[in-house]
T-cell receptor, first 112, second 114 residues
Framework: QKEVEQNSGPLSVPEGAIASLNCTYS??????FFWYRQYSGKSPELIMSIYSNGDKEDGRFTAQLNKASQYVSLLIRDSQPSDSATYLCAAPSKTSYDKVIFGPGTSLSVIP | DGGITQSPKYLFRKEGQNVTLSCEQNLNHDAMYWYRQDPGQGLRLIYY???????QKGDIAEGYSVSREKKESFPLTVTSAQKNPTAFYLC?????????????FGEGSRLTVL
């Protein structure tokens, strides 16, 4: 199993719906997780971080971490066409904490 | 304004040539990283550095070299030994005391081998 895994998508949702992006991880990463958004042809930007079990909300974004299931998700409420991007899940390696590992990313398309 | 500057944005190279990608930051960040991204794929770590004059190999360091002579600068050389260098290269940094994983990225350098 890779350290951080994501469904590549594409995931398509209608405008105004909730988009749910998922990430699973192995025991080889530490349990701090980061969600990045990357528009086509651009560099990634950090949008959410989560360090403890449960939910963390920031505007229309909610990150959820379930350590028992080794599962982290990002929910986007009231999806907008401007949310169409690739979403990358990242975590530090457990063996080398300074090494940040990214998942392959999930492509999201919000249909007007 | 503070940020990370990568240059050039676009670079074309002939096979067998070495090229150096520049990464400069004025954020006073200690840690710097180089990632490679191929179309439709995530980021793969090439090299990273936590302090001046020290750096570590990432997952795909073969065919690449780096230096960290100054805190602000972390150039990446793509050597002729790199078998498939055409890719999007991203430089990132993180702040001292910041939680590892909170990275700031430059705009990237797109390398094409002709």
């Amino acid at each position: 199993q890779k350290e951080v895994e994501q469904n590549s998508g594409p995931l398509s949702v209608p405008e105004g719906a909730i988009a749910s992006l998922n990430c699973t991880y192995s025991d080889r990463v530490s349990q701090s997780f980061f969600w990045y958004r990357q528009y086509s042809g651009k560099s990634p930007e950090l949008i959410m971080s989560i360090y403890s079990n449960g939910d963390k909300e920031d505007g229309r974004f909610t990150a959820q971490l379930n350590k028992a299931s080794q599962y982290v998700s990002l929910l986007i409420r009231d999806s907008q066409p401007s949310d169409s991007a690739t979403y990358l899940c990242a975590a530090p390696s457990k063996t080398s904490y300074d090494k940040v590992i990214f998942g392959p990313g999930t492509s999201l398309s919000v249909i007007p | 304004d503070g940020g990370i500057t990568q240059s050039p944005k676009y670079l074309f190279r002939k096979e067998g040539q070495n090229v150096t990608l520049s990464c400069e930051q004025n954020l006073n960040h200690d840690a710097m990283y180089w990632y490679r991204q191929d179309p439709g794929q995530g980021l793969r770590l090439i090299y990273y550095s936590q302090i001046v004059n020290d750096f570590q190999k990432g997952d795909i360091a073969e065919g690449y070299s780096v230096s960290r002579e100054k805190k602000e600068s972390f150039p990446l050389t793509v050597t002729s030994a790199q078998k498939n260098p055409t890719a999007f290269y991203l430089c990132a940094s993180s702040a001292p005391g910041q939680n590892t994983g909170e990275l700031f990225f430059g705009e990237g350098s797109r390398l094409t081998v002709l």
